[in-house]
């Protein structure tokens, strides 16, 4: 039997949302709607106030849970979001991400609300138990980091995300490629590159899917 399609979904939510002022809140929000990228499949919807899904393909999911991630601490890095990234089958499709379901919505959906007890704030679930036992050990080590990052950290590395140059982004954000060099390797970027690295090494054995 052929199988099915396998995406990811990505449920977050802003963390302290009750603290943030409402302009504040807006502004995180609009930052995470307005997210462009060829492996959206269905677009964000916010629910429940401070809560966010979309439907992604496997290849795109921990990167743009990252740059999330990093849009949102590097207006304050106070700020965060709790992401679940659940990978799997639909069931049901709609083009309004809230009202489809499948063990991929399942998986992302119910682990999310697992993360405060874990103490994570990134989490990838994909039903094989082996995967989700090395991708949890990664998530650890790279949320340390993330949680220490200031504010100017997360804005170098979310340009760098998009592979852009070091020089590019000096000029980005008037400061040196030196300077540059020095952020990235004080906020560690080169042990989240080897996360993304190893995320995308595994999509591509168990899922035949890349960029």
Same mark, same amino acid.
């Given at each position: 039997?052929?199988?099915q399609?396998?995406?990811?979904? &990505?449920t977050g939510?802003?963390?302290?949302? =009750?603290i943030?002022? *409402? #302009?504040q809140?807006k502004i995180?929000?609009?930052?995470i @709607?307005?997210f462009v990228?060829?492996?959206i499949?269905?677009k964000?919807?916010f629910?429940?106030?401070?809560?966010?899904q979309?439907a992604?393909?496997p290849?795109?999911a921990?990167?743009l849970?990252?740059?999330f991630?990093?849009a949102?601490?590097?207006?304050?890095?106070?700020?965060?979001?709790? &992401?679940?990234?659940g990978i799997?089958?639909? =069931?049901?499709?709609? *083009? #309004?991400v809230?009202?489809?379901?499948g063990?991929?919505? @399942?998986?992302?959906?119910?682990?999310l609300?697992?993360?405060?007890?874990?103490g994570?704030?990134?989490?990838?679930?994909?039903?094989?138990s082996?995967?989700?036992?090395?991708?949890?050990?990664?998530?650890?080590?790279?949320?340390?980091?993330?949680?220490?990052?200031?504010?100017?950290?997360?804005n170098?590395?979310?340009h760098?995300?998009d592979?852009?140059?070091q020089?590019q982004?000096?000029e980005?954000l008037n400061?040196s490629q030196?300077?540059?060099?020095?952020?990235l390797?004080?906020?560690n970027?080169?042990?989240?590159?080897?996360?993304?690295?190893?995320y995308?090494?595994?999509?591509?054995?168990?899922?035949g899917?890349?960029?």
């Amino acid at each position: 039997m052929k199988q099915q399609k396998q995406i990811a979904v &990505i449920t977050g939510d802003i963390v302290n949302s =009750s603290i943030l002022k *409402e #302009d504040q809140r807006k502004i995180i929000q609009a930052k995470i @709607e307005r997210f462009v990228h060829e492996g959206i499949l269905l677009k964000t919807r916010f629910y429940r106030g401070d809560s966010f899904q979309l439907a992604v393909e496997p290849f795109a999911a921990l990167l743009l849970a990252l740059k999330f991630r990093m849009a949102v601490r590097r207006l304050n890095e106070g700020n965060d979001v709790r &992401i679940s990234i659940g990978i799997g089958e639909v =069931s049901a499709w709609n *083009e #309004d991400v809230l009202l489809s379901n499948g063990s991929a919505f @399942e998986r992302s959906g119910k682990n999310l609300d697992k993360l405060k007890k874990k103490g994570l704030h990134i989490i990838i679930v994909t039903g094989n138990s082996e995967l989700d036992n090395e991708l949890e050990t990664y998530c650890y080590m790279a949320d340390v980091l993330i949680k220490n990052l200031t504010s100017v950290q997360a804005n170098v590395i979310f340009h760098k995300l998009d592979d852009t140059p070091q020089e590019q982004i000096g000029e980005m954000l008037n400061v040196s490629q030196p300077a540059v060099s020095k952020t990235l390797k004080a906020a560690n970027w080169k042990a989240i590159e080897k996360f993304l690295g190893r995320y995308r090494q595994i999509v591509e054995k168990n899922y035949g899917i890349t960029e």
